[in-house]
């Protein structure tokens, strides 16, 4: 059972636009949820994160939305770039245990 | 400089064979882990270390084993390889288990026929 749920797989959105990319989770123990990126043919990287007792953090033209009664958090790029088509992982921990990551949503961002 | 180097960077090995990847980290980062990338299924977690001589099972650890001969260096062996484990296999560093970031090497891209 996947315990990191992301949706959509795949999101097309016009440069300019804003970019909505949702993620879920199973275990209500879970504490920090960091959010990777990864361009092709490149490793993964650290975007940015949140740990439940906020539920925003901002950083630049990247947010994270969190809502810990129903579970779910979202990533927002606003004003989406060209050079932000990568695919976006969504993960969770807890206690300081391992990453579980979700399957990702692959963002292309048209001119 | 590379923080996170992996060895080899392709490999093609025969079903029954045995393969090794290996991985080096200079940050210095007590804990270590093994990743494989499969296309609809994101990162699943093989092995990972909370420092020399240990390893712990992650989520997928059947078929493959893990050895962390020191600080630096985090192995991933397939004793047996079969065509199932056809995939790119991604290891990572980072300072405290779970909750400070990962920094991932380059990827092995590893076909098993």
């Known amino acids: 059972q996947q315990q990191v749920r992301q949706s959509p797989q795949s999101l097309t959105v016009w440069e300019g636009e804003t970019a909505i990319l949702n993620c879920s989770y199973e275990d209500s123990t879970f504490d920090y949820f960091p959010w990777y990126w990864q361009f092709p043919r490149e490793s993964p990287a650290l975007l940015i994160a949140?740990?439940?007792?906020?539920n925003k953090k901002e950083d630049g033209r990247f947010t994270i939305f969190f809502n810990k009664r129903e579970k779910k958090l979202s990533l927002h790029i606003t004003d989406s770039q060209p050079g932000d088509s990568a695919t976006y992982f969504c993960?969770?921990?807890?206690?300081?245990?391992?990453?579980?990551f979700g399957t990702g949503t692959t963002v292309s961002v048209s001119p | 400089e590379a923080a996170v180097t992996q060895s080899p960077r392709n490999k093609v090995a025969v079903t029954g064979g045995k393969v090794t990847l290996s991985c080096n980290q200079t940050?210095?980062?007590?804990?270590m882990y093994w990743y494989r990338q499969d296309t609809g299924h994101g990162l699943r977690l093989i092995h990972y270390?909370?420092?020399?001589?240990?390893?712990e099972k992650g989520d997928i650890p059947d078929g493959y084993k893990a050895s962390r001969p020191s600080q630096e260096n985090f192995s991933l062996i397939l004793e047996l390889a079969t065509p199932s484990q056809t995939s790119v296999y991604f290891c990572?560093?980072?300072?405290?288990?779970?909750?400070?970031?990962?920094?991932f090497g380059p990827g092995t891209r590893l076909t098993v026929l």
């Open positions: 949140i740990r439940p007792v906020s």
């Open positions: 940050n210095n980062h007590n804990n």
């Open positions: 990572a560093s980072g300072d405290a288990l779970g909750r400070a970031e990962q920094f």
């Open positions: 993960a969770a921990s807890q206690g300081g245990r391992a990453l579980i």
């Open positions: 270390s909370y420092g020399a001589g240990s390893t």
